[in-house]
Structures are given as structure tokens and as C-alpha cells.
């Protein structure tokens, strides 16, 4: 199996600093757009790909929804993930956690969820078409895929600054040179090494078209107020840092 970087204790370590930041993106963008999405889940059977610590799970549960199920990666955010899940339903578990990578998941034995989710993670995955197959034959028929991702004008960067500077406009412009040249990425974040995939937005919907997925919904949500605390998400009014779709199995 491969790793994830989320093992790493440093990385692991700023990571859940970063996240219990209220004004954190995830906090601010991510979680509200993901769940306005999402179809009633009332009695649903869910599945959160890439689920981290379980922070959706939490959430899809508090919605309603029947049974959720998570998968990733990382040990470690899924210690953390069975540990906070454990809390909230200490009378009957309505949830099951599995370390597999998206590339195994047709090993997973769960299958016949109404809604699959994922959060900040496709841009981890190379091979994207063999997911996104997978992916279909775990849903219902009828049943929706709704992802977030780090948005293509943000995974297209490759070296340098990323924004061209000026005075007094200290973010002039965001850099997309790279745009059409899709693929690997070497990454750094906390001085932790990793590799992320590049793919333009045309290519992420004509693989989920290739699939067999009808597009029902793209949102690229930008901040009307802008959280301080990041120097990178000061100009957010303007660029969308995340993408999302929902897409329906037909
Ligand atoms: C940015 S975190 C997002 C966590 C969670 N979805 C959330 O939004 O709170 C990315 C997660 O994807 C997981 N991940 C990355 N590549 C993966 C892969 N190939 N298979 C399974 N999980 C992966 C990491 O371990 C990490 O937990």
C-alpha cells in the first residue's frame, strides 16, 4: 500500500493545528458548500472518501444520514477518526473505517451507498478515470458523487512565487503558466514532502462524463470575507481555491 505523508508527525502535528482554526478554509468554504450539495440524507448510507479525522462523517451523521463510512489512507487520521466517532455514538456505531487507498478500493466490501463524498483529496490521485469507475459501481442507481478539490488554477503551479507582486498591490496577479500542462506536482507543505496531480477542469469533467456520471452541479465558491490568518487566502474574493461537483450515476 502506499503512504500517506498524514503519517508523518510534524505534518500531522500542523495539520490538526491548521484544522481547528475556525477561520480555517475548510471551516470557512468547504464544509458549508459540501454539505449545501448533498441530497436530504435522511436514512442514507454514505461513503467519505479521503475521510482524514472523520470530520464529515460527524457531520453527515448529525444530518441524518443512517450508516457512513470512511476510507484513507493515513492511520493516524483514522485513529483520530475512530476515537472522535466513538464519542458522539457510543450506543450503536453507525460508522466503519478502513485503511485502503482510493487505488484498492475495489477492495472495499461495503458497497450500495446512496451518496459518496470527498473532501480535499482527488487531487492525491493519479489515476483518476480507474477511481471514478470504481467509484460508480459502488453507488446506487441514482445515487451522487459530490467532491471538493484543490481547484485546477491552484494544483496547475509548479516552481516559483505563485503570485506576481507589486506596490501597492502586494497580489497582483495569480500565476497560471502551467496551466495546460497536466501531471505530477512536487509539493511542500510544513517541509514535508508530497506529490499531487494536475488536471484542468475540462479533463476532471470529461472523466466523470467517461464514467458514466451526469454533471448536476459545479461550484467554485470565493469569500466575501476574507479569514486573516493566512497571507494565501487573502486575495480569495477573487480566485476560487477550491472546485466542486456533483454528479449523478445514471
Ligand atoms: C487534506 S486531507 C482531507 C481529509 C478530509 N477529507 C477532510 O476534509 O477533513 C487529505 C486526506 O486524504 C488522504 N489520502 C491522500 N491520498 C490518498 C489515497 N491515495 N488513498 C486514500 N486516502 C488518501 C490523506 O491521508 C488525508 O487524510
Wanted: charged residues 25%; contains cysteine.
Amino acid at each position: 500500500m502506499k503512504t500517506s505523508v498524514y503519517d508523518n508527525d510534524v505534518f500531522f502535528e500542523n495539520y490538526q493545528k491548521l484544522r481547528s482554526n475556525p477561520n480555517s478554509l475548510n471551516e470557512v468554504v468547504e464544509k458549508p458548500t459540501m454539505l449545501s450539495l448533498l441530497p436530504d440524507l435522511q436514512g442514507k448510507k454514505l461513503l467519505d472518501l479521503g475521510c482524514g479525522m472523520g470530520e464529515h462523517l460527524q457531520l453527515y451523521l448529525a444530518h441524518g444520514a443512517q450508516f457512513v463510512v470512511g476510507v484513507d489512507l493515513s492511520a493516524t487520521m483514522l485513529t483520530q477518526a475512530q476515537a472522535d466517532l466513538t464519542k458522539l455514538s457510543k450506543k450503536s456505531p453507525h460508522f466503519s473505517l478502513y485503511q485502503l487507498s482510493l487505488e484498492e478500493l475495489e477492495h472495499l466490501d461495503e458497497t450500495g451507498f446512496d451518496v459518496i463524498t470527498s473532501s480535499f483529496v482527488f487531487h492525491y490521485v493519479e489515476n483518476l478515470p480507474a477511481l471514478l469507475n470504481k467509484i460508480y459501481t459502488k453507488l446506487n442507481s441514482g445515487g451522487v458523487l459530490v467532491f471538493s478539490q484543490e481547484h485546477p488554477i491552484t494544483t496547475c503551479h509548479k516552481t516559483g512565487e505563485r503570485w506576481e507582486k507589486g506596490v501597492p498591490i502586494e497580489q497582483r496577479a495569480y500565476r497560471l503558466r502551467h496551466y495546460r500542462d497536466e501531471g505530477e506536482r512536487q509539493r511542500n507543505w510544513f517541509q514535508q514532502p508530497f506529490i499531487t496531480y494536475h488536471r484542468t477542469i475540462a479533463t476532471i469533467m470529461n472523466h466523470l462524463i467517461a464514467a458514466g456520471f451526469r454533471i448536476a452541479r459545479v461550484e467554485e465558491p470565493m469569500l466575501e470575507k476574507q479569514p486573516k490568518w493566512h497571507t494565501e487566502f487573502k486575495d480569495l474574493q477573487h480566485r476560487p481555491p477550491l472546485l466542486f461537483i456533483k454528479a449523478e450515476k445514471i
